[in-house]
């Protein structure tokens, strides 16, 4: 039997990496593809029907996945836009909700306004995970990719909040709005602070304890389990915990990770979350038959124009919302109109537009029970759960694979700063050399004239000096700025790959140490990995 599973994970895993590999082919965006494909699967004679666990996704798959993208969130982007981060994270999901509920109860017949407010806290948020997984394959400018990352992070917590209030809602047959307002907050701030508390506790363990990369890694592979797991416990938001917790500890990691730990990890980091994504994203698409099976009250056809209608509503509604926040403040404000630059009317469109629902609206609809306490079924889940389905491929498939064009269309391409990232990168680098050379001339001069190494270290950072004041010069005097970086990085790849190849030839002859080979090697994929980056698309 153990076998038999064994094959079974081997053959799926297997054949979504040819998937994911198409997909690339094809140049289209891994989530997007393994939808579609996943989709068409489905639909395969004979296929078993296979249904997503909730608490698999909530505890087994959202922990680490927020986890990661709060901890490569930047922190001075996200301080920068907090204000419309924290707006559409609380003030949209609840406006969304709110125009859901009410639509949803007027145009489905039966449905009450309590389980709009259930089907608005479902559809509410874009998913962290799509907008994570889509966006890096898309050139978007920085602020709008910081909007949505930082946005889709935080929203989950308050939409889970406003599903589960009306969940008890529909239950209870009660909703008290004084002690609805007074949860929320008590979930919100209690998920914060055990998200930075055991943040700060984690982080003080790894710098006590004697550990090493393996040890490290293990650790930062379970602190988001333990937020998430303790902030629910005492009936907090999880979300919320692992969030802030991921973005204390990610600022924080020089202090206590060693240069090897954070290599490791985030190698072990990455293809974690990449594996967690794919799976998440064939599951989607999978659940098709469930979905359709559920439809016992309604027609299809009926599902789709409920789905479309609403799908509609929740995007105008983050169109107009996106607009008003822009530039409402500006209208009430004459300071504001002086001191701030007048806003490109394309970001709040490519903000709307750009906000994708994923699993964990799919996994929240399939966790409304499917009876009530008295024994009776659960009302109008069937059509809850389909009109999520829909609009989750409305948003994902759809607006994913519209958005590229409409980029293009809306010439938005520029995803760089002010200031170009190499450009930024001489700078650093020169004066962290500055640093360096000044610490060895004031702290070990005694060493610079008694010790041949230390005097070749002072000479190496004296001529990396020179080389990083003549690259300087180069890019400031480079017609074709682009240009030139893009063919110095070509020679110097080539340059790598013909030391690599002398390095093979060496290895053959067996003069060398097996490990010194390696390591030199290494040092060549880190060199090479300064030029073409970390990225593992």
Same mark, same amino acid.
């Given at each position: 039997?153990?076998?038999?599973?064994?094959?079974?994970?081997?053959?799926?895993?297997?054949?979504?990496?040819?998937?994911?590999?198409?997909?690339?082919?094809?140049?289209?965006?891994?989530?997007?593809?393994?939808?579609?494909?996943?989709?068409?699967?489905?639909?395969?004679?004979?296929?078993?029907?296979?249904?997503?666990?909730?608490?698999? /996704?909530?505890?087994?798959?959202?922990?680490?996945?927020?986890?990661?993208?709060?901890?490569?969130?930047?922190?001075?982007?996200?301080?920068?836009?907090?204000?419309?981060?924290?707006?559409?994270?609380?003030?949209? /999901?609840?406006?969304?909700?709110?125009?859901? #509920?009410?639509?949803?109860?007027?145009?489905?017949?039966?449905?009450?306004?309590?389980? $709009?407010?259930?089907?608005?806290?479902?559809? +509410?948020?874009?998913?962290?995970?799509?907008?994570?997984?889509?966006?890096?394959?898309?050139?978007?400018?920085?602020?709008?990719?910081?909007?949505?990352?930082?946005? +889709?992070?935080?929203?989950? #917590?308050? +939409?889970?909040?406003?599903?589960?209030?009306?969940?008890?809602?529909?239950?209870?047959?009660?909703?008290?709005?004084?002690?609805?307002?007074?949860?929320?907050?008590?979930?919100?701030?209690?998920?914060?602070?055990?998200?930075?508390?055991? $943040?700060?506790?984690?982080?003080?363990?790894?710098?006590?304890?004697?550990?090493?990369?393996?040890?490290?890694?293990?650790?930062?592979?379970?602190?988001?389990?333990?937020?998430?797991?303790?902030?629910?416990?005492?009936?907090?938001?999880?979300?919320?915990?692992?969030?802030?917790? $991921?973005?204390?500890?990610?600022?924080?990691?020089?202090?206590?990770?060693?240069?090897?730990?954070?290599?490791?990890?985030?190698?072990?980091?990455?293809?974690?979350?990449?594996?967690?994504?794919?799976?998440?994203?064939?599951?989607?698409?999978?659940?098709?038959?469930?979905?359709?099976?559920?439809?016992?009250?309604?027609?299809?056809?009926?599902?789709?124009?409920?789905?479309?209608?609403?799908?509609?509503?929740?995007?105008?509604?983050?169109?107009?919302?996106?607009?008003?926040?822009?530039?409402?403040?500006?209208?009430?404000?004459?300071?504001?109109?002086?001191?701030?630059?007048?806003?490109?009317?394309?970001?709040?469109?490519?903000?709307?537009?750009?906000?994708?629902?994923?699993?964990?609206?799919?996994?929240?609809?399939?966790?409304?029970?499917?009876?009530?306490?008295?024994?009776?079924?659960?009302?109008?889940?069937?059509?809850?759960?389909?009109?999520?389905?829909?609009?989750?491929?409305?948003?994902?498939?759809?607006?994913?694979?519209?958005?590229?064009?409409?980029?293009?269309?809306?010439?938005?391409?520029?995803? $760089?700063?002010?200031?170009?990232?190499?450009?930024?990168?001489?700078?650093?680098?020169?004066?962290?050399?500055?640093?360096?050379?000044?610490?060895?001339?004031?702290?070990?001069?005694?060493?610079?004239?008694?010790?041949?190494?230390?005097?070749?270290? %002072?000479?190496?950072?004296?001529?990396?000096?020179?080389?990083? #004041?003549?690259?300087?010069?180069?890019?400031?005097?480079?017609?074709?700025?682009?240009?030139?970086?893009?063919?110095?990085?070509?020679?110097?790849?080539?340059?790598?790959? #013909?030391?690599?190849?002398?390095?093979?030839?060496?290895?053959?002859? %067996?003069?060398?140490?097996?490990?010194?080979?390696?390591?030199?090697?290494?040092?060549?994929?880190?060199?090479?990995?300064?030029?073409?980056?970390?990225?593992?698309?």
């Amino acid at each position: 039997m153990i076998h038999t599973y064994v094959i079974v994970s081997i053959a799926v895993l297997l054949s979504v990496m040819i998937l994911v590999i198409i997909g690339q082919k094809m140049k289209v965006a891994y989530p997007i593809f393994l939808v579609i494909a996943g989709l068409l699967i489905s639909l395969v004679p004979g296929m078993p029907h296979i249904e997503i666990e909730p608490d698999l /996704v909530f505890l087994i798959f959202l922990p680490p996945i927020l986890f990661e993208a709060a901890w490569f969130t930047s922190w001075q982007d996200f301080h920068k836009w907090r204000k419309q981060i924290f707006s559409m994270a609380f003030g949209l /999901v609840f406006l969304t909700s709110i125009v859901v #509920a009410y639509l949803s109860s007027s145009i489905i017949p039966g449905l009450t306004v309590a389980m $709009g407010f259930l089907l608005g806290g479902v559809n +509410s948020p874009p998913d962290a995970v799509a907008a994570t997984s889509v966006l890096k394959h898309m050139k978007i400018p920085k602020k709008i990719t910081t909007i949505l990352e930082g946005e +889709s992070l935080i929203n989950d #917590a308050s +939409s889970l909040i406003v599903f589960k209030f009306a969940l008890a809602a529909v239950i209870s047959g009660q909703f008290i709005f004084g002690e609805a307002v007074k949860d929320f907050f008590s979930m919100a701030i209690g998920g914060i602070a055990v998200g930075i508390g055991a $943040g700060f506790v984690f982080g003080a363990l790894l710098k006590i304890i004697p550990s090493n990369s393996n040890i490290d890694t293990i650790i930062t592979l379970i602190v988001p389990y333990v937020m998430y797991i303790g902030a629910e416990h005492f009936h907090f938001s999880g979300v919320l915990a692992v969030v802030a917790g $991921g973005l204390v500890m990610s600022y924080n990691s020089h202090c206590y990770l060693s240069h090897t730990s954070r290599i490791q990890s985030g190698n072990v980091w990455s293809v974690l979350i990449f594996l967690m994504n794919t799976l998440i994203f064939i599951l989607i698409g999978l659940e098709l038959p469930v979905v359709v099976a559920g439809m016992e009250n309604y027609t299809i056809s009926e599902g789709i124009f409920y789905s479309i209608v609403i799908g509609g509503a929740i995007i105008i509604t983050r169109i107009i919302y996106s607009y008003a926040i822009m530039y409402f403040p500006r209208l009430c404000s004459k300071e504001l109109r002086m001191k701030m630059p007048k806003p490109d009317w394309r970001e709040p469109f490519v903000i709307s537009f750009a906000a994708m629902r994923g699993v964990v609206s799919l996994a929240a609809a399939l966790s409304i029970p499917a009876f009530l306490p008295n024994g009776e079924a659960f009302p109008h889940r069937n059509i809850i759960l389909f009109v999520t389905f829909v609009i989750i491929l409305i948003t994902l498939v759809g607006q994913g694979l519209l958005l590229a064009p409409i980029l293009k269309l809306l010439k938005m391409e520029d995803a $760089g700063s002010e200031l170009p990232e190499e450009k930024q990168e001489v700078i650093l680098m020169r004066k962290l050399k500055e640093t360096a050379l000044r610490k060895i001339n004031e702290d070990f001069s005694g060493q610079v004239e008694t010790n041949n190494l230390v005097r070749h270290q %002072k000479y190496k950072l004296e001529n990396e000096m020179m080389l990083m #004041a003549d690259k300087a010069q180069c890019m400031a005097s480079a017609v074709d700025f682009a240009k030139a970086v893009n063919e110095n990085k070509d020679v110097l790849r080539q340059v790598i790959q #013909a030391q690599r190849n002398e390095l093979h030839h060496l290895k053959k002859e %067996k003069i060398f140490d097996d490990h010194v080979l390696r390591a030199i090697e290494m040092q060549l994929d880190f060199d090479e990995a300064k030029i073409t980056g970390f990225s593992h698309d």
